[in-house]
């Protein structure tokens, strides 16, 4: 399966300050998502990464808030904005090659907010 | 009615003795369904998927689908103590591949 790199793996932000965190892609995908992880939970989706378009955000999830870029089929961007203690989870990225195949993750970014 | 819905657990089993892990899902067009471990601190690693009712086995692993009752189950056999982490089922949603995750289930395997 696809290595998928995702950085940072961690960081302690102040809040209302942004972070932004990669994930890097060794091939082309069709499918690219963002997950959240509050600690002690499961996973939800926080929105698809389309590429060359806007991404397409779950309920309770906006793009001011999370804002996400998919510039080419292996690199998409996710933002966290004006963090605050609430947004303190781990973000995952995963990748599939399409509709009914199985999502590979990527490491994960576990965020701290101070 | 959650979408996926899984015991939390902790299940314990004994080492080398078989651990028995349950999902039921809502959405009667899913088509594929997966099932993730996840240890501690770290991101989910896929381990089966199984797409047709009946069985699909994979070295320790088996997966178990019914769609007529919606619930996909996992046996993992000789369960190791590397074994101990939470399972995750995920299913997609019937329009897309958007996954809907359970809550998990904690295993834990006692040497």
């Known amino acids: 399966s696809a290595v998928i790199s995702q950085k940072p793996s961690r960081d302690i932000c102040q809040r209302g300050t942004s972070l932004t965190i990669q994930c890097q892609v060794d091939s082309q995908v069709t499918m690219m998502f963002w997950y959240r992880q509050q600690p002690g939970q499961s996973l939800t989706l926080i929105a698809t990464a389309n590429q060359g378009s806007e991404a397409t955000y779950e309920s309770g999830f906006v793009i001011d808030k999370f804002p996400i870029s998919r510039p080419n089929l292996t690199f998409s961007t996710l933002t966290v904005s004006n963090m605050s203690p609430e947004d303190s989870s781990i973000y995952l990225c995963?990748?599939?090659?399409?509709?009914?195949?199985?999502?590979?993750f990527g490491d994960g970014t576990r965020l701290s907010i101070l | 009615q959650k979408e996926v819905e899984q015991n939390s657990g902790p299940l314990s089993v004994p080492e080398g003795a078989i651990a028995s892990l349950n999902c039921t899902y809502s959405?009667?067009?899913?088509?594929?369904f997966f099932w993730y471990r996840q240890y501690s601190g770290k991101s989910p690693e896929l381990i089966m998927f199984i797409y047709s009712n009946g069985d699909k086995e994979d070295g320790r692993f088996t997966a178990q689908l019914n769609k007529a009752s919606q619930y996909v189950s996992l046996l993992i056999r000789d369960s190791q103590p590397s074994d101990s982490a939470t399972y995750l089922c995920?299913?997609?949603?019937?329009?897309?591949?958007?996954?809907?995750f359970g809550g998990g289930t904690r295993v834990l395997v006692k040497p």
């Open positions: 959405d009667r067009g899913s088509q594929s």
């Open positions: 995920a299913v997609p949603k019937a329009a897309g591949n958007k996954l809907t």
């Open positions: 995963s990748v599939s090659t399409g509709v009914g195949q199985p999502q590979h």
